[in-house]
C-alpha cells in the first residue's frame, strides 16, 4: 500500500505538469491531420467596443494606462473608456477626470473588484466589452486581434494573453512568474485549438456585452467564472496570443503569495460552483483540460507532493532494498534544500535558477494549503489584496 501511494503521487505529479501537456500536443496534432484551422480574417468593418477598466488605488498606474489606451490601434471613434474606481481614496478618480473621452463611474464604498465590474457593466453601451488592469500594458493590435474571433458566432469570450516583466533572476517572483506564465501559454493555445482555453485571464479579455452574466457578489475568480460560464453553455472561449497584456511581476514571493491564495481559494469556489465543467457529455473536450489543466493542480497536485516525500521518506526508513527508492528520496531532498535556500537568498543572490525554481514551485503549492483553508473558514475576502509589484 505504501509502495501504491508513493508512485500514484509520483504519477500524479508528472501527468499534472508533464503529461497533460504532452497529451494535448498529441491530440491537436492529430486533429490538424484530421481537419487543418482556417485562417481567421480581418473585418470588414470595426464593431464599437468599450474597454473597461476596475480600478482601486491606482494613481500611479493612472498616466501610463491611460497614454496606453490612446495608443491602441483601433478606430477611435470605435473605442470608449471606462473605469470603475470604487473605494478609491488615493485621487485615482480624479487624476481620470483630468483625460477627456475617459468615463469615470466612482462610488466612495469598497465592495470589491466583482460588484464594481457587475455595477460599471450598467454603463456600456457597445456590443462587445474589453476587460483589463489598470497596472497592464496592452500591446498596440491588442483590441483588433481579439474582436476579429467573433466574426465566429461560437466565439463568445476571447482571452489574450499575460506576459511578466522579471529584470533578472534575483526577484524570485519576477523569474517564476514569468517561468509559470510561458508555460500557460503554451498550454493555453494547445486548449484552444483542441475545443476551448480552460479560464481568461482578468488582465484582458473580451466578450459581447449581450452575454455578460454577473458572476455572484462573493465570487472570487470573477475572470475564470465568467469565461467557463460561458463555456458551460455550449460557447467557445478562444486564445489569441497576439492580444499581449504586460505587468510587473511582484515584488517578492510574500507578495505573490497574496495572489495565488486569493486563485487557490477562488479555484476551489469555482469548483463546487461550476460541476457541470467535469461532464464531458456537456462540455466535451473541456472536460477532460479543465480536470488535467486545473482540478489537479487546485486539489490533488499539492498533496501528492506531500505524500511522495512521506511516503519516500516511510520507504527507505522501513528498510527498502530498492535503489530507486533512495535516489528518489535524495532528489526530493535537494529539491527541498534548494527551495529554502532560495528562501534564504532571495533578493540578494542574481541569476540563480538552481534555487528560484524550487522555491517558487514549492511556494504555490503551500498556497494551494492556505487557499483551501480561507476557504473553509471564509477568511478569503472578496475584495483584492494588492500585491506590490518590482
Known amino acids: 500500500m505504501l509502495e501504491w501511494t508513493f508512485w500514484i503521487a509520483l504519477i500524479t505529479l508528472f501527468y499534472t505538469y508533464v503529461g497533460y501537456g504532452l497529451a494535448l500536443g498529441l491530440l491537436v496534432a492529430l486533429k490538424r491531420l484530421w481537419r ?230 477562488g479555484g476551489l469556489q469555482s469548483m463546487v460552483r461550476m460541476p457541470g465543467l467535469l461532464n464531458p457529455f456537456r462540455v466535451g473536450w473541456l472536460s477532460f483540460q479543465y480536470f488535467s489543466h486545473k482540478v489537479l493542480r487546485w486539489t490533488l497536485a499539492p498533496w501528492a507532493l506531500v505524500l511522495a516525500l512521506v511516503t519516500n521518506i516511510l520507504l527507505v526508513a522501513g528498510n527498502s532494498s530498492e535503489l530507486i527508492y533512495i535516489i528518489l528520496l535524495v532528489l526530493q531532498g535537494l529539491w527541498y534544500l534548494f527551495a529554502g535556500m532560495g528562501f534564504m537568498l532571495e533578493g540578494r543572490c542574481r541569476g540563480n535558477k538552481l534555487f528560484f525554481i524550487p522555491y517558487y514551485f514549492t511556494a504555490i503549492h503551500i498556497a494551494a494549503f492556505t487557499g483551501l483553508y480561507r476557504l473553509v473558514r471564509r477568511k478569503q475576502s472578496v475584495a483584492w489584496e494588492q500585491a506590490r509589484r518590482a
Open 36 to 265: 487543418r484551422p482556417q485562417p481567421l480574417l480581418l473585418p470588414a468593418e470595426w464593431p464599437e467596443v468599450c474597454l473597461f477598466v476596475t480600478a482601486y488605488n491606482e494613481a500611479d498606474c493612472v498616466a501610463a494606462k491611460v497614454e496606453n489606451s490612446l495608443q491602441l490601434n483601433y478606430p477611435a471613434s470605435k473605442l470608449k473608456f471606462l473605469w470603475i474606481t470604487d473605494g478609491s481614496d488615493d485621487g485615482t478618480p480624479e487624476l481620470l477626470t483630468k483625460y477627456p473621452g475617459i468615463r469615470v463611474e466612482h462610488l466612495p464604498e469598497r465592495r470589491g473588484k466583482v460588484h464594481a465590474m457587475n455595477r460599471g457593466m450598467q454603463f456600456v453601451d457597445t456590443p462587445y466589452v474589453v476587460f483589463t488592469d489598470a497596472n497592464t500594458m496592452l500591446s498596440p493590435e491588442a483590441i483588433q486581434q481579439l474582436i476579429r474571433h467573433f466574426q465566429d458566432p461560437q466565439v463568445a469570450c476571447v482571452a489574450g494573453e499575460k506576459r511578466v516583466l522579471a529584470a533578472d533572476w534575483s526577484n524570485v517572483a519576477a523569474g517564476g512568474e514569468k517561468m509559470y506564465w510561458s508555460f500557460e501559454s503554451t498550454i493555453k493555445q494547445l486548449e484552444s485549438e483542441l475545443s476551448s482555453v480552460v479560464g481568461a485571464a482578468g488582465e484582458l479579455f473580451a466578450l459581447r456585452t449581450s452575454q455578460f452574466q454577473p458572476p455572484s457578489a462573493d465570487s472570487l475568480l470573477d475572470d475564470f467564472q465568467l469565461s467557463m460560464g460561458l463555456a458551460i453553455a455550449g460557447y467557445r472561449v478562444v486564445y489569441e496570443p497576439a492580444a499581449v497584456a504586460v505587468e510587473q511581476a511582484s515584488l517578492n514571493v510574500s507578495e505573490e503569495l497574496k495572489r495565488k491564495n486569493r486563485i487557490a481559494a
